[in-house]
């Protein structure tokens, strides 16, 4: 609703463009203070050789040169591989999970809100909980996941060692982040699925079309940019993955499970290399917006078809 | 309108003045800052004679040992506030110097007839020093520690395992001298039925994220022969770090994490080695000192039950220093007040009463005295531990050197990727980086 032009006229000598600025300036200030100049701040800092522990050290520009220790680092192309592993198989695994659940779910059977509320309870914990929580199940002696995997594989529990493994760990860190997130993806889709008009499946019935054709030539395509939505959201999200990381295996064994955020992290507030984080955190902010932008405007083609 | 802002300018006017009144009635606060954990408990009980006698309240602000160092060098490096007094771990020492995190002790110890030869020499290097070994001080020795062993006693003494161990290993079963018999004892041990328990040899330090293995594998490697320079020649690694000796003891360290620890124990640093030998799990543990009067207090695996060694010797006999000293943070605004509390707690009768409370005193005085060593079951080890420490770099970059130490050593004893070699040279690579870009070599 627009502001009435009497009120406007009784703050005296304040126009209404005035009247609007006054009421968004804090929230462009705060804005400017905590995004924007961070970012800028970032940017200049990603072409000196600055450490934030050394304050009384003379900064220098260095050009180019930590973008390019950044992008010629065997060890931040691992930590990227390593991310890019995460990323793609949890985003499938629980958009394919996350879509079933919500099939389900739209069933609508006996119960059905009642088990919604339970699929959503991992979400909702938080991750300090989930990681500590999933130390203890992985625990090779006592904990209940060893105990079940024995249960069905024969191989004795002192054995399963999830986080300890080289091939497991970074499956046991997926794992984790998929029981958490799923129903997440899974309440996207469900209200994809809940948007789609009775009536179009009523046309399709009176057809003859089979439930594998209602499937395949309705369900899929008009719940597909709800299911890219939720793809996105993920997708960002464990681009940036940092605590559960840390809470399970610190990125080991070795460096199987060292993230970029964790290496970012270790360049930042460890080697206390500032100026090189800041290249850093600048190369994955602009792989992140462009991969982004990119898959939005996907999005926005797929949402006119 | 003139009315009402009147009214407003004497409110504003009441509340500040209201706010103001009780800062001016109350006594001057210091705050403290350090890691949260047992002694860090000792220090809130001995540090109320300190208010007791000076009126100066004490104000703690303690962190968990994993976020210690990312939540304390930020506050240092922001030029922060918050701390009056820090207890910093002793490689922060070169940094916190050149950088001006600390006020510099020496004219205040001469003042004061404060001695560094009245301090066990190795803390003062190891806590105070900074460049290492030059009469420049930067803190009081605040809290001795350093790695060494607990053992089950009461499994030791069992006669069917000192017989079978006996006929095995043809030596008798009891703590070990050299690394070796620490590795034949935690084989015999492993995967054993102890009363009616599987139980495994030993807990030893493997944590990735933040110095866990590196605070473990150094005991090992120094004892192989590891340096870590050149001598005669500083930050010259090639041939020190890398060297066959090195070499041998990392392979050591690797043997003895895939033959001899408990399943799972791909991330332990100090709290969870002291849970699995407070769980009946491990025949022996490798930890700091500060975790053993709460062992000794406990009721399962304490009293009789528990005995203490230090690191075994092997080619070298060193231990890996832990501890940290007492600092000034240089930004604080009660800096006198701060320089009083040091002065109060290098006296001889608070560190005694230091060391009572479960504090490691730094003072000779407390160490050497005539009852020390049988003061308590675990101050004989301590005292042996102490003789023999040796701590890893303490240079501004020590983070640096850190991670990478962390990196290459996880990923060869853990990971089990390459060979010790190629991890050796590897860190000599990284460290010789990070001089490089530091400007010293």
Request: charge should be neutral; charged fraction near 20%.
């Amino acid at each position: 609703m627009a502001t009435p032009a009497p009120i406007a006229r009784r703050v005296r000598g304040l126009s209404d463009r005035a009247i609007a600025w006054a009421f968004i300036a804090p929230a462009i200030t705060l804005l400017l203070a905590i995004n924007i100049f961070p970012l800028l701040w970032a940017i200049y800092l990603s072409f000196t050789n600055y450490r934030a522990n050394r304050p009384n050290a003379v900064v220098e520009g260095v050009g180019l040169r930590n973008y390019e220790r950044v992008l010629t680092d065997p060890d931040i192309w691992q930590a990227m591989q390593t991310t890019a592993h995460f990323v793609f198989w949890t985003i499938v695994l629980q958009t394919v999970i996350g879509f079933a659940l919500a099939y389900l779910i739209d069933r609508k059977f006996r119960g059905h809100a009642f088990w919604t509320t339970v699929i959503l309870i991992p979400m909702m914990l938080s991750p300090a909980v989930v990681g500590n929580f999933w130390r203890f199940l992985y625990e090779p002696q006592i904990g209940l996941f060893a105990y079940a995997a024995s249960m069905v594989t024969g191989i004795p529990t002192s054995e399963i060692r999830m986080l300890g493994d080289v091939t497991l760990a970074p499956w046991a860190i997926i794992i984790v982040d998929t029981w958490m997130w799923t129903p997440y993806v899974m309440l996207i889709c469900l209200a994809g699925l809940r948007s789609i008009p009775d009536y179009i499946y009523e046309a399709a019935e009176v057809d003859r079309a089979s439930g594998w054709r209602q499937f395949w030539s309705i369900t899929v395509p008009m719940a597909l940019p709800f299911i890219m939505l939720a793809v996105l959201f993920r997708g960002i999200e464990n681009f940036k993955m940092f605590d559960m990381v840390t809470l399970l295996t610190g990125g080991g064994p070795g460096s199987v499970t060292e993230v970029a955020s964790i290496t970012l992290k270790r360049t930042a507030f460890e080697s206390w290399a500032t100026g090189r984080a800041s290249a850093f955190a600048i190369i994955l902010f602009v792989a992140v917006f462009g991969l982004a932008n990119i898959y939005v405007k996907a999005l926005n083609k797929v949402k006119q078809r | 309108m003139q009315m009402k802002l009147k009214a407003l300018l004497g409110l504003a006017s009441a509340l500040a003045l209201s706010s103001a009144l009780p800062n001016a009635a109350k006594a001057e606060q210091l705050t403290l800052c350090w890691a949260a954990w047992d002694p860090a408990n000792a220090l809130v009980e001995l540090s109320k004679d300190f208010t007791a006698k000076t009126k100066i309240d004490m104000k703690f602000e303690f962190v968990p040992w994993t976020s210690y160092a990312d939540r304390f060098l930020n506050e240092l490096n922001s030029q922060g506030k918050l701390c009056d007094l820090i207890i910093g771990d002793s490689q922060w020492i070169g940094g916190a110097a050149e950088n001006g995190h600390y006020v510099k002790l020496n004219e205040f110890f001469d003042k004061e007839g404060i001695k560094m030869d009245d301090f066990v020499p190795a803390t003062v290097v190891g806590y105070s020093e900074w460049p290492k070994n030059t009469p420049n001080y930067w803190a009081l020795p605040a809290m001795g520690d350093v790695v060494g062993w607990t053992y089950r006693k009461d499994w030791f003494e069992k006669p069917e395992l000192q017989k079978e161990f006996k006929e095995k290993y043809g030596w008798d079963l009891g703590p070990p001298k050299t690394y070796d018999q620490l590795k034949q004892i935690a084989e015999f041990f492993q995967k054993r039925e102890v009363d009616g328990k599987t139980v495994y040899g030993a807990s030893i330090y493997t944590e990735r994220g933040s110095e866990g293995i590196t605070m473990g594998v150094t005991n090992v490697l120094y004892d192989w022969g590891f340096q870590y320079e050149n001598p005669k020649k500083p930050y010259e690694m090639e041939g020190f770090v890398n060297s066959p000796d090195a070499v041998k003891g990392l392979e050591f360290y690797k043997a003895l994490y895939d033959c001899c620890t408990p399943p799972g124990s791909s991330n332990v640093y100090m709290v969870e080695s002291a849970d699995a030998f407070k769980s009946g799990q491990v025949a022996m543990q490798m930890n700091f000192a500060f975790t053993w009067p709460g062992l000794y207090k406990d009721e399962k695996v304490g009293g009789d039950r528990i005995g203490f060694f230090p690191n075994p010797a092997e080619k070298a006999h060193f231990a890996q220093l832990g501890g940290q000293g007492i600092s000034v943070v240089s930004y604080s605004e009660k800096r006198d007040a701060a320089l009083q509390y040091i002065k109060w707690f290098a006296q001889p009768d608070v560190q005694a009463k230091w060391w009572e409370l479960g504090g490691y005193s730094c003072l000779k005085a407390v160490v050497n005295a005539p009852g020390f060593a049988s003061s308590q079951p675990y101050a004989q080890a301590f005292l042996d531990s102490m003789a023999i420490v040796k701590d890893f770099w303490a240079e501004p970059s020590y983070a640096s050197l850190l991670q990478d130490m962390q990196k290459r050593v996880h990923n060869y004893v853990v990971a089990g990727n390459g060979t010790a070699q190629e991890a050796l040279d590897g860190l000599v690579k990284d460290w010789t980086e990070v001089f490089e870009e530091d400007g010293k070599i």
